[in-house]
């Protein structure tokens, strides 16, 4: 399995992971159960499920009032295209063996 492939199963994975962690913790908090730590979804999201908690957060109608998540959420998506473009976009070549 090459490289992009191995990326994109990776943030795939990671994204559904921040999806359904959203809707989990939407569900306990209805139910007023032990809640997922807003530490661990934003840690989800710095490691690549930023998209996924995004659109967990409005599908599910979850964190939505809390201004960090309002906008911290988005920035770190923000922060993690810019620097993919950085990568991309740099004058070194990577190689992957």
């Known amino acids: 399995m090459d490289v ?8 795939t994975a990671v994204n559904l992971i921040g999806l359904f962690l959203m809707g989990l913790d939407k569900y306990k908090a209805r139910k007023q159960l ?3 730590p807003e530490s661990t979804l934003f840690i989800l999201a ?4 930023s998209m ?3 659109i967990g957060m409005h599908v599910f109608r ?3 009032r809390h201004w960090y ?6 920035m770190i998506l923000l ?5 993919f473009a950085a990568i991309m976009y ?3 070549e990577i190689q992957f063996m």
């Open 52 to 54: 996924g908690c995004i």
């Open 90 to 92: 740099s004058p070194i």
């Open 46 to 49: 710095i490691i690549g499920g």
């Open 79 to 83: 922060i993690q295209i810019a620097l």
């Open 34 to 36: 032990w809640r997922i």
């Open 4 to 11: 992009i492939r191995l990326l994109i199963l990776y943030f």
């Open 62 to 64: 979850h964190k939505t």
């Open 69 to 74: 998540f309002l906008f911290g959420m988005p």
